[in-house]
Nanobody, 117 residues
Framework: QVQLVESGGGLVQTGGSLRLSCVIS????????MGWFRRAPGKEREFVGKLQGAVSYYANSVKGRFTISRDNAKNTVYLQMNSLKPEDTAAYYC????????????WGQGTQVTVSS
């Protein structure tokens, strides 16, 4: 059974940094398309970014501040978040496109990020 487990969330001040991790178990990470999403209280889930092969894509709201990377040896995908803003406060979820179909079908349980002003 394939599982995704996020970690690394927490409370940080405006302008600070956090690095989220997503460990995938049950299959090799390899070049599996992976994404990060977030959901703020009272809002819809929002796309943050994705890593497709060696190419990354980001939402305009995080471009230049967030970076997605992978370590296949550790079966882990990272979301490095810099210059954090209060509007980045949300539960962050990693997702996998396990069938490489263009749709994310596997999701982690989420990790909370809170940015204080």
């Amino acid at each position: 059974q394939v599982q995704l487990v996020e970690s690394g969330g927490g409370l940080v001040q405006t302008g600070g940094s956090l690095r989220l991790s997503c460990v995938i178990s049950g299959r090799p990470l390899n070049m599996l398309p992976m994404g990060w999403f977030r959901r703020a209280p009272g809002k819809e889930r929002e796309f943050v970014g994705k890593l497709q092969g060696a190419v990354s894509y980001y939402a305009n709201s995080v471009k230049g501040r967030f970076t997605i990377s992978r370590d296949n040896a550790k079966n882990t995908v990272y979301l490095q978040m810099n210059s954090l803003k209060p509007e980045d406060t949300a539960a962050y979820y990693c997702a996998a496109d396990s069938r490489v179909s263009g749709a994310f079908d596997l999701w982690g349980q989420g990790t909370q990020v809170t940015v204080s002003s």
